[in-house]
C-alpha cells in the first residue's frame, strides 16, 4: 500500500534508464492532491550532502510540498553546481507537469557518488510517472519499488489512526546505514488535518527514536532524506499525542524493515541496554556496542561472544555514561553469559539459530533504557561492497 | 634481534601448554638485568580492562620493574578477582625465581576474554622460561614468537643511537586495533642510561603518533599494554632529542608491522589528511576515513572509491575540522580521484596493485598535517572473527 494508502496522495514508478540494471523501475513520483499541502523534512547532517539535499531541504521549509520525486541509480552527490542545477532542473519539469511552484517540489536520489544523472532519462521518466500517477496499491508499490537500490524488498508501512486518518509510507536503505539516519530515502504520506509545526515536532520525535537507532555498517550517507505529507484529505483531526504516536511506529516499523534487510545480514541484532543513570547514556553504550565489526563477525559465527560486547561497552567514557564494570550483566537470547563483568552462564547454552539476535546489557546503576538496532558482518556483506560498485 | 639487541636485558619463549594450539610458544619472560631497572608503561583505556593491566599499571608506577613476563592463548580479561589473583600470583612466581621484589614484575596476557588462564601451566611455563633465558638473536625471537596469536608472523625492531646505545622491541597485534591503542603487547628495551621520567616522555609521545594512529576494525582491547625498560648497560647517556626520536620511530615501525599483518587484510591503506587547521582536526578526519567500513571493503575490491571517503570524512563536526567541502581534494596513489569536491580525474587510472594504498585529503584551509593507518575489510577478516573463536 505504501504511500497511497493515505487518502489525497498519487503515486507511480517507473522505468526510466537511470539505474545500470536494465528494466528496474528506478524514478517514482509521490503527488500530494490535497487539499492541504502540509510537509516536514529530515535530511542527514554529512557535510557533504548531496545536491538533492540541498534543494530539498529549501524546498520544505516554508512548511509545504506538492510532490516528491525520487530516483535510484545515481546519488547525485560530490557533483558541484552541475549537480544542483540537475535536481533543480528536475524540480521545474515536475512543477510545470503539475502546475504547482518548483519550490514546492522535493528530490531525492541515491546510488553512485560522483556522478552526474542521466538528465534526459530523468526528465522524460518524470513525463512517465505523471502519466502513470494512481492512487492504487499497485501504484504505491511500484513507487516503493522503484527507489531500491542494494535493497532486495521494498519496505512500506500502513497505519490506521483510531479516528480513521490514515498514514502510509515507504522507505529504502540496507547499506550506508549510520549513526544518525541511513543511506535512505522515506516518504510518509497522511491524510489527517495537521500543520506543518505538528508534522515537524511528530517526525522529529519519530526520527529520533528510530532512524537514528539503527546502524548496519557505521557510515554516514550524504543523501538520507525523510519527507512526511499531509493531504488533509480525510477531513479527520487527529488526537496530537496519538498522531505522534503513530508517525514514531510508522518510522520505527521502516527503520525495523531496514534492519532486517541490512546488506548481506544473516543476523538482525537488537541491543537494549537497561539501568543507565540517562537515556543518552543508554544510548551511547548501545551505539558503541553496535558498532563493533568483531561482535558482528562473532554474531554471523553464531557465537554469542560477550567479551565484544563488554570491550566495546568500556570505551564509553565514565562522563558519557558512569556504571561500574563488576556490576555489568549481559544477557544474549536470554541466556545471562556475563554476571558481574565475569563469565555467568556458559554461552554453549545460547540458541543463536533466530535471525533476531536479543542482547540485553544492564549497567545497574539507574532506571534508564535504550534499543538501537544493528546487523551482523558477514562475508556476503564484504561481497556486496567489495565486488559491487555502489 | 628483539628485545635482546640492548645490552642488559635476557629473554626466553616457550611453549606451556597455555595456547589451545598444541605446540605453540605461548609463554615469554624479559628481564632486565641493570645496572638501572628503569620502566615506563601505557596502557589500554577501556573501562573493563584486564587483570594483568590492573597489575602491571601498578607494578610500574614507581618507575622501575625487573621483569615482564607475557602469555598467549587468553586474556585473563573480565575474569573478576580470581583473575587478578592469577596475575599477582604468576609475579610472585617470577619474583621468587628472580629474586627481586614481586611488585617489579609485569604482567601481559593476550587471547580470549571471560575466561581464566590454566595457572598451573603459567607457573610452571614461568620455570621453564626462567631456566632459558639467554641474551642471544634466538632469545628475543622465541620471546617475539611466543607473544603472537592470529599474527602471522612475528614483529619486531632494532634501532642504534648515535653514540652506541640500543634500542630494540617486539609487539604483538592483528585484531581489536583501534582507536586508542590496539589489543597489542610491546616491550622495548634499551641500554641507554637514562631515568624512567625520560622513559615516560619518550614513551608517550612515541605511542601518540604510532600505535595511536592505526585502526584495523576500530575495536579497542581490553588488555593493550606497551612497556619501554632501560638497563644502562651500555653506560651511554643520550641525546635526550635523540632518544625520543629513537624511541618514536620504533614504536612507528612496530605500529606499521601489525598494520601490515591486520587480519585478513590484502591492502595496507595510509591516510594523510593535509592542509588542516591543526593537527587534531588533521587527525579526526583522518580518524573518521580510517573507520569507515564501505571504503575498507571498497580497498579490498581494489576500487579507490572517493564518495566512501568524502561521505566519511562529512561526518566530522564542524567545531572538530573545519573545512569547506567544495575545497577538499582526494588523492589515491598519486591521482587526484577528487578535485574541489566534485570527480578529478577517472578512478580507473588509479593503480591499486601495491599492497600499500597512499590516499591524501587535501582540506585546502590550513597548514597540518597528520597521518593514519588502516586495514582493508576482506572476506578473509569475517572469516577469521565469525568462524575462528577469540
Redo the contacts between chains.
Keep these: 500500500m505504501s504511500v497511497t494508502f493515505a487518502q489525497g496522495f498519487t503515486a507511480a514508478g517507473v522505468v526510466a534508464g537511470i539505474s545500470s540494471t536494465a528494466g528496474k523501475k528506478d524514478l517514482a513520483l509521490v503527488v500530494n492532491d490535497g487539499p492541504l499541502k502540509a510537509a516536514a523534512g529530515v535530511f542527514t ?5 548531496a545536491a538533492p539535499v540541498q534543494w530539498s531541504r529549501e524546498a520544505v521549509k516554508d512548511g509545504r510540498l506538492d510532490a516528491v520525486i525520487l530516483n535510484s541509480g545515481g ?1 547525485n ?4 553546481v552541475e549537480g544542483y542545477e540537475q535536481s533543480a532542473k528536475t524540480a521545474r519539469k515536475v512543477s510545470e507537469l503539475l502546475g504547482c511552484p518548483v519550490d514546492d517540489v522535493a528530490v531525492c536520489s541515491t546510488g ?4 552526474l544523472l542521466p538528465l534526459s532519462n530523468v526528465l522524460a521518466g518524470a513525463e512517465a510517472a505523471f502519466a502513470a500517477l494512481d492512487d492504487t496499491v499497485q501504484a504505491g508499490e511500484d513507487a516503493s519499488h522503484a527507489i531500491m537500490t542494494t535493497d532486495t524488498k521494498p519496505k512500506t508501512v500502513t497505519r490506521l489512526g483510531s479516528n480513521g486518518f490514515r498514514i502510509g509510507g515507504m522507505v529504502k536503505g540496507s ?2 546505514i549510520a549513526p544518525q539516519l541511513a543511506t535512505m530515502l522515506c516518504v510518509i504520506t497522511t491524510d489527517a488535518v495537521v500543520t506543518p509545526e505538528q508534522l515537524r515536532v511528530a517526525l522529529a520525535a519519530g526520527v529520533d527514536t528510530s532512524f537514528n537507532r539503527i546502524d548496519v ?6 543523501n538520507d532524506t525523510v519527507l512526511l505529507l499531509a493531504s488533509g484529505a480525510s477531513g479527520i483531526t487527529p488526537d496530537a499525542d496519538e498522531f505522534n504516536a503513530i508517525v514514531a511506529d510508522c518510522c520505527a516499523a521502516l527503520a525495523r524493515q531496514i534492519i532486517g534487510d541490512g546488506e548481506g545480514a544473516s543476523h538482525d541484532i537488537k541491543i537494549t541496554v537497561e539501568g543507565a543513570t540517562d537515556e543518552d547514556a543508554a544510548l551511547a553504550c548501545g551505539r558503541a556496542v553496535a ?4 561482535l558482528k ?2 554474531i ?2 553464531n ?1 554469542p561472544n ?3 560486547i ?7 567514557p ?1 562522563g558519557v555514561a558512569p556504571y561500574d ?2 556490576q555489568v550483566t549481559v544477557d544474549v537470547n536470554g541466556v545471562r553469559v ?1 554476571d ?4 555467568g552462564r556458559d554461552r554453549g547454552e545460547v540458541d543463536m539459530t533466530p535471525r533476531e539476535v536479543d542482547i540485553v546489557i544492564g549497567l545497574n546503576i539507574g532506571g534508564a533504557t535504550a534499543t538501537v538496532w544493528t546487523d551482523d ?3 556476503e ?7 559491487y ?1 555502489s
Tied chains: 1, 2.
Excluded: Q
Excluded at 45 to 49: I, P
Excluded at 77 to 80: K, Q, R, S, V, Y
Design positions: 547532517t554529512n557535510r557533504f550532502c546519488a552527490a560530490c557533483t558541484g553512485l557518488i560522483g556522478e547499506g550506508m555498517d557505521g557510515c554516514m550517507s550524504t558498532a563493533s565489526n568483531l563477525c562473532a554471523s559465527g557465537d560477550w567479551g565484544r563488554v570491550s566495546s561497552l568500556g570505551t564509553v565514565v564494570p563488576d556475563c558481574g563483568g565475569k563469565p558482518l558477514t562475508h556483506y564484504v561481497h556486496i561492497n567489495a565486488d560498485e
